[in-house]
């Protein structure tokens, strides 16, 4: 697969179709992308919400300012963190490197504290940004995952977290939305598919030294 040519070909997709659905392989393929993003420390502090019900999207549209992808698409994905980061969460992190790794609790229990040292000298509200900080890498990741399927996606700031928080009872998870991902494929007459990508030269961009 030529990679360079895949995020050419990829945009922010206004127009999905609706009649063309992701298949449960590709539905796979994204949930296992998100899972192996990379996160600070592998502290995964984020988690992904796959909406596929139209009925519960086409109620959520007027929270994302109704932007058609929301309810076009074949699935909405919602990133969100976790609402605080606490020491069970270091505490469980290590104990699942234990077990994966067969790795001695006598090497791994300076890294726990540190760890848990460090998130305690932060407020609620640094331990929620350093959390949005890996929502965001979790987005960038899914969306280079996406166009090396051939999916397309949609990544969006544009709504409204609180009331998206809200009707997904995410209070109940512990959970805050932070962002949102329409994925499916591109609508025939979308318009936005045809345009040239207009990006400055790598000259511009990347400096060399």
Not at 71 to 98: G, R, T
Not at 159 to 185: R, T
Request: glycine letters at 4%; hydrophobic letters at 40%.
């Amino acid at each position: 697969m030529d990679i360079i040519k895949q995020l050419k070909w990829r945009y922010a997709t206004k127009k999905f179709d609706k009649s063309k659905k992701l298949s449960n392989e590709k539905l796979e393929v994204l949930k296992q992308a998100f899972n192996l993003t990379a996160t600070s420390f592998g502290l995964q502090t984020i988690k992904m919400i796959v909406i596929k019900d139209v009925n519960l999207r086409a109620s959520l549209l007027k929270h994302a300012y109704n932007q058609k992808q929301v309810l076009e698409a074949s699935h909405l994905l919602v990133i969100c963190i976790q609402d605080d980061v606490l020491n069970e969460d270091v505490v469980n992190y290590y104990e699942n490197i234990k077990a994966t790794r067969k790795t001695s609790d006598t090497i791994l229990k300076p890294y726990r504290e540190e760890l848990i040292n460090m998130m305690t000298k932060m407020s609620v509200e640094e331990r929620q940004q350093w959390s949005k900080n890996q929502a965001y890498i979790a987005l960038g990741n899914l969306m280079t995952v996406c166009a090396a399927e051939g999916i397309d996606s949609c990544p969006m700031e544009g709504f409204v977290p609180e009331a998206y928080d809200e009707a997904l009872g995410l209070a109940g998870m512990n959970l805050k939305s932070v962002l949102l991902l329409p994925v499916g494929y591109r609508a025939e007459d979308d318009i936005f598919s045809g345009f040239e990508k207009v990006r400055r030269s790598i000259k511009e961009s990347v400096i060399e030294l």
